[in-house]
């Protein structure tokens, strides 16, 4: 049985099960453990904020959890969700694109203010703590396509700027190897199912977020002060 199995059919009352995934992280902490965050540029090309109030990202980056975890702590950041992308509405459920083969990729949509934030240095925090973009179709002890490194950009002009920045990363040789992130445009945001929502902030303790979820939150405090709050942008309060 592997980690992801765990990870997918895993509910919070079962205490058992949790006991025995605990277990089998520490025998892969090595490999299950986030990496450090690393400075990178901010992108040379950005977007120009334009007369809205909030304009929104969807990124893919492994296991939605921390990356909306992430997120939720940004300065600027009016809501990050927890959902999927690349694949059609009827296929948007979680055991479903747990298969591999809907064509979704854990995603989270960030809405954010651009008059407080741009859109390049959510794709820079999304680069620098938020995953490895250079790891193919897995992430930490995820694998499998809907783990996938992901953009899906709103409009061009977005799709033109990640593209840039991607180019520009690589030339610099930010990262040890050759960036995977896919550009993927024209696809829709589903949000997930409610359980997932807030997830890492409800279960700081939940084995998996301490592993592979809470270093990023601590790189993101560590590698951007000017962006980081304390008090997270929760998706229940965006509902209230």
């Given at each position: 049985?592997?980690?992801?199995?765990?990870?997918?059919?895993t509910?919070?009352?079962?205490?058992?099960l949790?006991?025995?995934?605990?277990?089998?992280?520490?025998?892969?902490?090595?490999?299950?453990?986030?990496?450090?965050?690393?400075?990178i540029?901010?992108?040379?090309?950005?977007?120009?904020?334009?007369?809205?109030?909030t304009?929104?990202?969807?990124?893919?980056?492994?296991c939605?959890?921390?990356?909306?975890?992430?997120?939720?702590?940004v300065?600027?950041?009016?809501?990050?969700?927890?959902?999927?992308?690349?694949g059609?509405?009827?296929?948007?459920?979680y055991?479903?694109?747990?298969?591999?083969?809907?064509g979704?990729?854990?995603?989270?949509?960030?809405?954010f203010?651009?008059?407080?934030?741009?859109?390049?240095?959510?794709?820079?925090?999304?680069f620098s703590?938020?995953?490895?973009?250079?790891?193919?179709n897995?992430?930490?002890?995820?694998r499998?396509?809907?783990?996938?490194?992901?953009?899906?950009?709103?409009?061009?002009?977005?799709?033109?700027?990640?593209?840039?920045?991607?180019?520009?990363l690589?030339?610099?040789?930010?990262?040890?190897?050759?960036?995977?992130?896919k550009?993927?445009?024209?696809?829709?945001?589903?949000p997930?199912e409610?359980?997932h929502?807030?997830?890492?902030?409800?279960?700081?303790?939940?084995?998996?977020i301490?592993?592979?979820?809470?270093?990023k939150?601590?790189?993101?405090?560590?590698?951007?002060?000017?962006?980081?709050?304390?008090?997270?942008?929760l998706?229940s309060?965006?509902?209230?």
């Open positions: 049985m592997t980690f992801q199995f765990f990870k997918q059919t509910r919070l009352s079962a205490a058992p949790l006991m025995f995934l605990a277990s089998g992280i520490i025998l892969l902490s090595s490999a299950a453990r986030a990496e450090e965050g690393i400075t540029p901010a992108p040379a090309e950005d977007v120009v904020p334009g007369h809205e109030a304009e929104t990202a969807v990124l893919a980056g492994g939605f959890w921390g990356v909306q975890g992430v997120f939720q702590h300065e600027g950041v009016k809501n990050a969700v927890s959902g999927y992308s690349g059609e509405k009827k296929t948007a459920v055991e479903t694109v747990g298969s591999g083969r809907t979704h990729a854990e995603s989270v949509q960030v809405t203010d651009p008059k407080k934030i741009s859109y390049g240095k959510i794709l820079q925090i999304y703590v938020a995953h490895d973009p250079t790891q193919l897995r992430q930490g002890p995820d499998g396509t809907q783990y996938r490194s992901a953009i899906f950009p709103m409009n061009e002009k977005q799709a033109e700027v990640a593209k840039a920045y991607i180019a520009q690589d030339q610099a040789k930010m990262f040890h190897s050759k960036i995977v992130t550009i993927e445009p024209g696809h829709e945001f589903y997930a409610g359980y929502q807030d997830f890492l902030v409800l279960h700081p303790n939940y084995p998996y301490v592993f592979n979820d809470l270093p939150v601590r790189n993101l405090k560590r590698l951007f002060p000017d962006l980081y709050r304390e008090k997270p942008a998706v309060e965006a509902k209230s």
